[in-house]
């Protein structure tokens, strides 16, 4: 198809995000938006109206857009928990979706929607979520690195989510700090990106082993600390932490280490990066002694493909991951963030918190398999006489 009708379901912040990414490409046209707020699909519509589009009807339901527009492709920047019942219902209707991160709080339902996109992945609808960091530019050039075998075998690894949120950030809202809305705290709202990463570069987990607590809050659920040591297929170790504890506020920090090379990605920068078949012998001098390649290895990716049109948006990191799904829509491929990726973020998450509780080890695969649906997860202290 020359060019795609799309539809943005919610019409907030994100909502606008997505409005302004997809103006970005000359082959999507947004022709709907649906929000059960008109005041919020009206002021997206003036918004997309003022910036030189077509100003695009607006909708309270998806059925009801579906019934009066041609519509290709359903952009879903609704609130979590709609996030399953919308994405069965756009599948249904043999539209392409693309849903807004989370993909859901609650792993069951998100093997539901999961299960959906494989059998509409047969069909040759794209369904993906936003996962913007893996296409950051230090992101792509790790990514690539290990695909080639660069830095040999890897070996461990270090994410680290070390933020602050006041006690004021957790009482702004009653359903901040829930398990019931939120999914859990430090790890599920500020850290499942990391933990996506983390995925992507290491492999598929074999065994999760967590602690968390709740060390600098009050009046919340769940934690605003967690430590987790995991294993992974290929036999790489790697530390999982996370925490809304780190006063004023640090930054977030992958560390990849292999027997042929190494990185280092802290707050989206590539830091450091040094492979042996780039840089000669490898050295025993640690980091400075290793040789830092890594301005040589991001001008293999043009800059301009990583900046912001507009920064007040910061639509970025969803133009560079909209790209990769138009051009899986047209080429009839699966995008580059499936659905799966990012239940195996969820489940990796929920391993910790299963862990935790328990007092134990857990597998991932039984995760997965649902072993643990049934067990009531619980913070720190607590989590001893509950398990």
């Known amino acids: 198809m020359s060019t795609l009708n799309v539809a943005i379901t919610g019409c907030g912040v994100i909502g606008r995000t997505h409005a302004v990414a997809l103006q970005s490409f000359p082959d999507a046209r947004i022709v709907a938006l649906v929000d059960a707020i008109p005041a919020a699909s009206e002021a997206l519509a003036d918004f997309i109206g003022n910036q030189g589009g077509q100003r695009p009807p607006q909708f309270s339901t998806l059925s009801d857009a579906f019934a009066a527009v041609d519509i290709d492709l359903v952009a879903l920047a609704t609130p979590s928990g709609l996030h399953i019942q919308q994405g069965l219902e756009v599948l249904a209707a043999g539209k392409h979706v693309v849903i807004e991160k989370p993909l859901d709080v609650d792993l069951t339902r998100a093997q539901e929607i999961e299960a959906a996109a494989k059998e509409a992945a047969g ?13 950051d530019q230090s992101s792509v050039a790790v990514a690539d690195a290990i695909a080639k075998g660069r830095f040999g075998r890897l070996t461990s690894a270090i994410a680290s989510v070390a933020w602050w949120r006041s006690q004021g950030y957790y009482d702004s809202g009653d359903w901040r700090g829930t398990w019931a809305m939120d999914g859990g705290g430090a790890l599920m709202n500020q850290g499942v990106h990391t933990v996506d990463l983390l995925l992507w570069f290491m492999g598929r987990p074999v065994e999760i082993h967590a602690h968390t607590a709740r060390l600098a809050h009050e009046r919340i659920e769940v934690e605003d600390t967690a430590v987790a040591t ?17 006063y004023p506020g640090l930054t977030v920090r992958v560390q990849l280490m292999g027997s042929e090379g190494s990185a280092v990605v802290d707050n989206d920068r590539l830091e450091y990066f040094h492979s042996r078949d780039a840089g000669g012998e490898s050295a025993d001098m640690g980091l400075q002694g290793g040789g830092n390649q890594a301005e040589e290895e991001l001008a293999k990716y043009p800059e301009e493909d990583y900046k912001a049109a507009d920064p007040t948006t910061y639509p970025a990191g969803h133009v560079r991951q909209y ?8 080429a009839g491929r699966q995008p580059g963030v499936t659905v799966s990726d990012a239940v195996n973020a ?7 918190y299963v862990s935790a509780t328990l007092g134990q080890p857990v597998l991932f695969d039984d995760v997965l398999a649902g072993k643990y649906n049934d067990l009531e997860v619980r913070t720190g202290n607590n989590a001893a006489e509950s398990a």
């Open 323 to 330: 790209r990769d799904i138009l051009a899986a829509i047209a």
């Open 123 to 135: 069909k040759g609808i794209v369904a993906s979520v936003i996962s913007q960091h893996r296409f």
């Open 346 to 352: 969820l489940a990796a998450v929920r391993a910790v």
């Open 230 to 246: 995991v294993t992974f297929e290929n036999g790489g170790l790697a530390v999982l932490h996370a925490t809304t504890a780190a």
